[in-house]
């Protein structure tokens, strides 16, 4: 398999070239040159195949053979070494449950991956690859957790100083090794600036190999085409699921619309975005504007000028009728965002985090107007993670789960940094 860059000024590269660059040299994401179909027996064995099967047929084609097959079995079965169990919620609502992994957000799927493949490919490299990456609170603690200890890769954090959750904060500075963490006095929006000029910085070029960890590369991208078939293992209704995504830089729902391209039977998206709404907008109009990120309590998503939104059109072939047939947006607010983790908690039981509410929200609207269809919302992160959100609400704490429990006692490290590139520029050239 070869990738192209969406901005076409740039040679076509296999899967290897592709992971460790990051982005095509001319600023454009890469893209698959074709969709490979799901096998016969992928579609009709799903239910029973174990998940690391799954994983490895769905995306041995991506891979080509920059990997050997008994290294990607292996790098499978350690990417989903964890549950993705599909949960009733309502009668028509089921929630598959992406947080059962180390640090309890979807994101460590795709982490997990890049990172065992990007360790792979940095033995036969001469220079270790420095992943540069800005977070806004899952990404960094994924990434920190999926790369730990990979030899021949270093991992550099950004993150807004004050600006994460605590337990998140946890997740990026305690693990020490090949991670560090720098703690940006300024907000998001800074982070990624400093990262993006470091990427056109000829002299930190000259001096290491950057990569980025975030959906734009194709290793983290494509792997979470899994979610889904692992959705369809559990779903036992006749009629395909309507499946609705919380985004934010669509890199998810995107890997979704691949999946649906390849033979996974799933009816219709819903795009469910907060206030952040560049998307949903143009799902309904037909015209995309870009626009400055606003904060919402659903912070994963909040994200102006998502990056996989032209991978989605090139996908329809630049067609708004074809997108549009298959995929409908939702804006959910701050206030239906709390009402929704409310009444569900209330009514069922079952405690949503803030991204997963947008969605359940957001599929509730669309099966209201489409009585017939049942569905799936992505559950994208634990309750916990987001106390700040989730306990007034309810108006009692969540528990923290075991596999974060031993994080609580650790010691922060992390390095202050200006939110000026100098300051980025110096640590780098160091
Ligand atoms: C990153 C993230 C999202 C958004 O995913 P995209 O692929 O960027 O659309 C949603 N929910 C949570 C909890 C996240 O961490």
Same mark, same amino acid.
């Given at each position: 398999m070869r990738y192209y860059s969406l901005n076409k000024q740039a040679p076509a590269v296999d899967f290897q070239t592709a992971t460790i660059a990051g982005q095509a040299p001319d600023g454009g994401l890469y893209f698959p040159e074709r969709i490979p179909k799901f096998s016969p027996n992928l579609l009709h064995n799903l239910s029973t195949m174990p998940r690391a099967e799954v994983a490895f047929e769905v995306i041995r084609p991506y891979v080509g053979n920059t990997i050997p097959e008994d290294v990607l079995q292996k790098i499978c079965a350690e990417t989903v070494d964890f549950e993705f169990p599909l949960v009733p919620v309502t009668e028509r609502i089921a929630a598959l449950e992406l947080f059962h992994g180390p640090t309890l957000a979807f994101k460590d799927v795709g982490a997990r991956f890049m990172s065992r493949c990007l360790g792979y490919f940095s033995r036969q490299q001469k220079e270790p690859v420095t992943v540069l990456v800005a977070t806004s609170g899952d990404t960094g603690g994924a990434v920190a957790d999926g790369f730990? %200890?990979?030899? %021949?890769v270093e991992v550099v954090i950004l993150y807004p100083s004050g600006k994460v959750s605590p337990l998140q904060e946890l997740q990026l500075t305690t693990l020490g090794q090949n991670i560090t963490a720098l703690e940006v006095r300024g907000n998001f929006d800074d982070c990624q600036r400093l990262v993006k000029q470091a990427f056109l910085d000829p002299h930190i070029a000259a001096h290491r190999q950057l990569t980025s960890a975030n959906s734009i590369n194709v290793a983290r991208w494509l792997p979470q085409q899994f979610y889904y078939c692992y959705a369809l293992q559990q779903w036992t209704q006749k009629s395909p699921p309507v499946v609705a995504v919380p985004s934010g830089n669509f890199g998810n729902i995107c890997a979704g619309l691949l999946a649906h391209a390849s033979g996974l039977p799933i009816g219709h998206f819903v795009a469910a975005c907060n206030a952040n709404s560049a998307v949903a907008d143009y799902l309904r109009t037909g015209t995309f504007s870009a626009r400055t990120a606003v904060v919402t309590l659903s912070n994963a998503m909040d994200v102006g000028n998502p990056s996989n939104f032209g991978r989605i059109l090139e996908l329809f072939g630049q067609s708004h009728s074809g997108v549009s047939q298959l995929v409908s947006g939702a804006i959910i607010s701050d206030q239906q965002t709390k009402e929704t983790i409310r009444r569900v908690h209330q009514a069922t039981g079952y405690l949503l985090d803030p991204h997963g509410a947008v969605a359940f929200k957001a599929l509730e609207d669309y099966l209201a107007d489409h009585p017939t269809d049942q569905g799936i919302f992505l559950e994208t992160a634990h309750p916990v993670k987001f106390p700040e959100v989730v306990e007034p609400v309810i108006g009692r704490m969540v528990p923290v789960p075991e596999a974060v429990q031993g994080l609580l006692s650790r010691t922060k490290h992390s390095i202050l940094l200006e939110p000026e590139y100098a300051a980025l520029q110096e640590f780098l050239l160091r």
């Amino acid at each position: 398999m070869r990738y192209y860059s969406l901005n076409k000024q740039a040679p076509a590269v296999d899967f290897q070239t592709a992971t460790i660059a990051g982005q095509a040299p001319d600023g454009g994401l890469y893209f698959p040159e074709r969709i490979p179909k799901f096998s016969p027996n992928l579609l009709h064995n799903l239910s029973t195949m174990p998940r690391a099967e799954v994983a490895f047929e769905v995306i041995r084609p991506y891979v080509g053979n920059t990997i050997p097959e008994d290294v990607l079995q292996k790098i499978c079965a350690e990417t989903v070494d964890f549950e993705f169990p599909l949960v009733p919620v309502t009668e028509r609502i089921a929630a598959l449950e992406l947080f059962h992994g180390p640090t309890l957000a979807f994101k460590d799927v795709g982490a997990r991956f890049m990172s065992r493949c990007l360790g792979y490919f940095s033995r036969q490299q001469k220079e270790p690859v420095t992943v540069l990456v800005a977070t806004s609170g899952d990404t960094g603690g994924a990434v920190a957790d999926g790369f730990l %200890g990979v030899e %021949g890769v270093e991992v550099v954090i950004l993150y807004p100083s004050g600006k994460v959750s605590p337990l998140q904060e946890l997740q990026l500075t305690t693990l020490g090794q090949n991670i560090t963490a720098l703690e940006v006095r300024g907000n998001f929006d800074d982070c990624q600036r400093l990262v993006k000029q470091a990427f056109l910085d000829p002299h930190i070029a000259a001096h290491r190999q950057l990569t980025s960890a975030n959906s734009i590369n194709v290793a983290r991208w494509l792997p979470q085409q899994f979610y889904y078939c692992y959705a369809l293992q559990q779903w036992t209704q006749k009629s395909p699921p309507v499946v609705a995504v919380p985004s934010g830089n669509f890199g998810n729902i995107c890997a979704g619309l691949l999946a649906h391209a390849s033979g996974l039977p799933i009816g219709h998206f819903v795009a469910a975005c907060n206030a952040n709404s560049a998307v949903a907008d143009y799902l309904r109009t037909g015209t995309f504007s870009a626009r400055t990120a606003v904060v919402t309590l659903s912070n994963a998503m909040d994200v102006g000028n998502p990056s996989n939104f032209g991978r989605i059109l090139e996908l329809f072939g630049q067609s708004h009728s074809g997108v549009s047939q298959l995929v409908s947006g939702a804006i959910i607010s701050d206030q239906q965002t709390k009402e929704t983790i409310r009444r569900v908690h209330q009514a069922t039981g079952y405690l949503l985090d803030p991204h997963g509410a947008v969605a359940f929200k957001a599929l509730e609207d669309y099966l209201a107007d489409h009585p017939t269809d049942q569905g799936i919302f992505l559950e994208t992160a634990h309750p916990v993670k987001f106390p700040e959100v989730v306990e007034p609400v309810i108006g009692r704490m969540v528990p923290v789960p075991e596999a974060v429990q031993g994080l609580l006692s650790r010691t922060k490290h992390s390095i202050l940094l200006e939110p000026e590139y100098a300051a980025l520029q110096e640590f780098l050239l160091r």
